[in-house]
């Protein structure tokens, strides 16, 4: 089951711009996290956010969590033609087991120099 | 140089055809997952396993299978049986001893069915 939602599906931004990507989720989770992927390739861990925590920043990356609204954002500031990647929000639930990350079907964002 | 290890890269079957999909790690982690990925789509995940010997099903198993005979390797077999097996196929890893953690991916293969 795929939980988290990422909105938009696609996004185009010129070099320089800002770019936030949303994911929204259905269930309680433990903490949410931010993956990063090129074209063909495997996915790469960009942050992650505990439950108990409104924001966080790493870097040009800040990622806001709502836990009333079960959403999330990422915003990627002053962008970089090397950030065109898909990006997805995975979301791990409360220690039952070791269930495993949930992934959204991601944004992919394209940025033009 | 830890990490994840995939392979092939790229891989061709023939219908009818099983074959196995290697997932190596060094990071000395218990979990280890196999996820499907289809064209502008996200990751499905196919079977995981906790330990050692255990491996549960995920949301799309049928037509696949693996083992977890030590912890460092994670096969998947695609059998004849999974009928649209074209996709990217992506292996990851976590330490699941640390609740707050992320997981480790491989660089995936690529199967097509030829």
């Known amino acids: 089951s795929q939980q988290g939602e990422e909105d938009p599906q696609a996004l185009s931004i010129q070099e320089g711009e800002n770019a936030t990507m949303n994911c929204s989720y259905k269930?309680?989770?433990?903490?949410l996290q931010w993956y990063r992927q090129n074209s063909g390739r495997g996915l790469v861990h960009l942050i992650l956010?505990?439950?108990?925590?409104r924001e966080k920043h790493s870097g040009r990356l800040r990622v806001t969590l709502d836990t009333s609204k079960k959403s999330s954002s990422l915003l990627i500031t002053a962008s970089r033609a090397a950030d065109t990647a898909s990006y997805f929000c995975?979301?791990?639930?409360?220690?039952?087991?070791?269930?495993?990350?949930?992934f959204g079907k991601g944004t992919r964002l394209s940025v033009i120099a | 140089d830890g990490g994840i290890t995939q392979s092939p890269k790229y891989l061709f079957r023939k219908e009818g055809q099983n074959v196995t999909l290697s997932c190596e790690q060094n990071?000395?982690?218990?979990?280890m997952y196999w996820y499907r990925q289809d064209p502008g789509q996200g990751l499905r995940l196919i079977y995981y396993s906790q330990i050692v010997n255990d491996f549960q099903k995920g949301d799309i198993a049928e037509g696949y299978s693996v083992s977890r005979e030590k912890k460092e390797s994670f096969p998947l077999t695609v059998t004849s049986a999974q009928k649209n097996p074209t996709a990217f196929y992506l292996c990851?890893?976590?330490?699941?001893?640390?609740?707050?953690?992320?997981?480790?991916f491989g660089q995936g293969t690529r199967l097509t069915v030829v």
């Open positions: 990851a890893s976590m330490d699941r001893g640390n609740m707050n953690t992320e997981a480790f």
């Open positions: 995975a979301t791990a639930e409360p220690y039952s087991g070791n269930t495993p990350l949930v």
């Open positions: 990071l000395n982690h218990d979990a």
């Open positions: 269930t309680s989770i433990n903490n």
């Open positions: 956010i505990r439950s108990n925590e």
